[in-house]
């Protein structure tokens, strides 16, 4: 059974850096990536990365997230720059089969990680 792990949420003031990392402890997946959900708001697409590196990332963090995968590890990593309140949610962890920002395109979820960006 597929299980994915999140690490690395935490409370960060504005403009700080945050590393969410996940393992996946299940069987390699073509699409690794992260959605978030902020309070009061639906779950959204933040970033995807194929098993052959290319990206995916909603515009509100192009430029300051950076999506990246450890296929020896199966890990996937989120580096998350010049952090701001709009970023504050619950971050998962997904695996999937196609680099899409629906979410039924991918079919195993962490259990999330809160990150708290304070102004």
């Not at 999140?6 to 996940?22: H, I, K, N, P």
């Not at 990206?55 to 996937?76: E, L, M, Q």
């Not at 899409?100 to 979820?109: D, F, L």
Request: one cysteine or more; aromatic letters at 10%.
């Amino acid at each position: 059974q597929e299980q994915l792990v999140e690490s690395g949420g935490g409370l960060v003031q504005a403009g700080g850096s945050l590393r969410l990392s996940c393992v996946d402890s299940g069987h390699e997946s073509y699409v690794m990536g992260w959605f978030r959900q902020a309070p009061g708001k639906e779950r959204e697409f933040v970033a995807g990365i194929t098993w052959d590196g290319k990206t995916n990332y909603t515009d509100s963090v192009k430029g300051r997230f950076t999506i990246s995968r450890d296929n020896a590890k199966n890990t996937v990593s989120l580096q998350m720059n010049s952090l701001n309140p709009e970023d504050t949610a619950v971050y998962y962890c997904v695996a999937g089969v196609l680099l899409m920002r629906g979410e039924r395109w991918y079919n195993s979820w962490g259990r999330g990680t809160q990150v708290t960006v304070a102004s």
